[in-house]
């Protein structure tokens, strides 16, 4: 983080600093398997815990063939900010896998997963790491870990038939289209019903999320992935779309609307735009076609520190990744919690426990920016430094 832009508006002593500025604890393990015949499967695998001030290192396993012990960093520094902002009572963490999935049937995938928690087994036992899926895994594999570690807190994420929550696979989106009414009734000044959505990613985190916001009456007009997308003006059957996806794994070719890149997606002249896809998806070769007035971050990092000034300075409001996707965390918070009380969570229990930790935070973030006259990204990072320096202070960390 760029500690240099917040310190003007909040206290964040030289000791707190230093602990901020680098992670705690880096694992890097090598997993290996013998597949079929002599074929050996390696992954290297990568565990940081970037804070625990908090409490234990909270976040995903990344599943990809790309990822890097960079960016495993990156992901559990924005879990430290996404759990403080919300007053989750966990730290930052994360873990990368580096493996394609495409590659793995489920045997090996379920011996690769094995193997994983062999690896950390220690992180898991004690509780100092609680993992759950992120891009590339699934409820499933959270199922396979608990499998291995018979503790039901050891993971979050899990299938609601193995102690998972009702209504965890629907979290996130459920909080990014929150955030999106609270974004509009704040700066737009009107609910989101009747205003024009175009969302980037029809994964878990998207495609939950035109649900939740076609149901309030939001047009989803436009839906794109890795090859392309739908746009339809008066609006796209977002049912019908989820089914069509379902099926066919794709949205490119659904019959509700025309089809555009994802290049058009991101310049389409809407109220709100939400890249749920992946990192990077706005940048400083493309910020400034943006025409929406409101962009929410349903992905982790999709705009580039580029694109983030660009945005500034045309003064489209960023709700940051942190505040809007953390409907997934918050939603483990409740998880995690059942799993060592024994007690058990409606569906719309889920839902409230999410809005009831983001409409206090989304109120913090938008007071500071206004006060400060800064954007929503770093006053919700000033917000969640000084929950952490609290945290610091309490643990006589400095
Ligand atoms: P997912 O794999 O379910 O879906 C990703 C979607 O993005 C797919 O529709 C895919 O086609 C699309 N996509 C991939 N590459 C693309 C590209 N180059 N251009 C456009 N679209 C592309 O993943 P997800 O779980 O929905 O996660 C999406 C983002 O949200 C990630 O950044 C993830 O870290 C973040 N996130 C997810 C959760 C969660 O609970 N799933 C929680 C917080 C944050």
């Not at 965890?168 to 609270?182: D, H, I, K, P, S």
């Not at 939740?212 to 739908?230: C, E, M, N, S």
Request: net charge neutral.
């Amino acid at each position: 983080m760029d500690f240099e832009k917040i310190l003007p508006h909040v206290e964040i002593p030289p000791n707190a600093l230093r602990l901020l500025s680098k992670p705690e604890r880096e694992l890097r393990v090598n997993l290996s398997l013998l597949a079929d015949g002599e074929q050996m499967i390696e992954a290297p695998c990568y565990v940081v815990y970037h804070s625990t001030c908090r409490g234990p290192a909270k976040g995903g396993i990344r599943l990809s063939a790309g990822v890097t012990m960079e960016d495993t960093r990156a992901l559990a520094e924005l879990m430290t900010w996404k759990t403080a902002l919300v007053g989750a009572p966990f730290g930052g963490g994360k873990s990368g896998i580096c493996c394609d999935p495409r590659s793995l049937g489920q045997f090996q995938r379920t011996a690769l997963i094995k193997e994983y928690v062999h690896a950390i087994r220690s992180e898991l036992d004690s509780g100092a790491y609680v993992p759950a899926p992120d891009l590339g895994t699934r409820p499933r594999d959270m199922a396979v870990i608990y499998g291995e570690t018979h503790r039901l807190e050891t993971v979050t994420g899990k299938p609601p038939s193995v102690g998972g929550l009702p209504g965890r696979n629907e979290a996130t989106g459920y909080g990014v289209a929150f955030a999106a009414g609270a974004a509009c009734r704040e700066f737009l000044g009107r609910d989101i019903a009747g205003l024009k959505v175009a969302v980037q990613g029809f994964g878990n985190v998207g495609s939950w999320t035109c649900k939740f916001l076609a149901d309030a009456g939001a047009q989803i007009i436009a839906v794109a992935t890795k090859r392309a997308g739908v746009h339809n003006d008066a609006g796209l059957d977002i049912s019908a779309m989820r089914k069509y996806a379902g099926d066919s794994g794709q949205v490119e070719g659904f019959k509700g609307g025309d089809e555009i890149s994802n290049a058009d997606l991101l310049a389409m002249k809407c109220d709100v735009l939400i890249p749920a896809a992946i990192e990077c998806a706005l940048t400083g070769a493309n910020a400034e076609k943006v025409r929406a007035k409101i962009v929410i971050e349903g992905a982790n990092g999709p705009a580039t520190p580029e694109a983030d000034v660009i945005l500034d300075r045309m003064e489209i409001r960023v709700v940051p990744d942190i505040l809007a996707n953390s409907g997934g965390v918050i939603a483990s918070y409740v998880e995690w919690r059942n799993a060592k009380s024994g007690s058990l969570t409606s569906e719309t229990e889920t839902y409230e426990a999410i809005r009831e930790r983001m409409t206090p935070a989304f109120a913090r973030m938008t007071q500071l920016a206004a006060e400060r006259r800064i954007s929503l990204r770093l006053a919700a990072r000033a917000v969640a430094c000084s929950e952490l320096v609290q945290a610091m202070r309490d643990r006589a960390w400095i």
